[in-house]
């Protein structure tokens, strides 16, 4: 088993920046493909960003290419998400994922992922 705890959202003004955080124990995250989702009120959830096992390949959704950068730090086995240039679309509940559950399955589909977090709020206001 794996358990993830995302912290770091809260409520910041249009044009700042949050850095999220995922703490995961039970696995390493160092051993896993992982990846930030995200859901916003009447939408549906939506990748964000993810991040190859290897830690050498990163890739994000054009709404937030250049602004949010992924990352992890092995000795914490955490994984962050940054988060610039924050808009009011940005607002919503943030959720990390690890270990997809195929070597082929897409790393952008919440259903190939077998953790997740419970998320955390990120409020951009304008």
């Known amino acids: 088993q794996m358990q993830l705890v995302e912290s770091g959202g809260g409520l910041v003004q249009a044009g700042g920046s949050l850095r999220l955080s995922c703490a995961a124990s039970g696995r390493t995250v160092s051993s896993c493909t992982m990846g930030w989702f995200r859901q916003a009120p009447g939408k549906e959830r939506e990748f964000v960003a993810g991040i190859w096992r290897s830690g050498g390949t990163t890739w994000f959704a054009d709404s937030v290419k250049g602004r949010f950068t992924i990352s992890r730090d092995n000795a914490k086995n955490t994984v962050y998400l940054q988060m610039n240039s924050l808009q009011p679309e940005d607002t919503a509940i943030y959720y990390c994922?690890?270990?997809?559950?195929?070597?082929?399955?897409?790393?952008?589909?919440?259903?190939?992922?077998?953790?997740w977090g419970q998320g955390t709020q990120v409020t951009v206001s304008s």
């Open positions: 994922t690890a270990c997809t559950k195929y070597e082929l399955g897409s790393p952008k589909r919440w259903s190939e992922y077998n953790y």
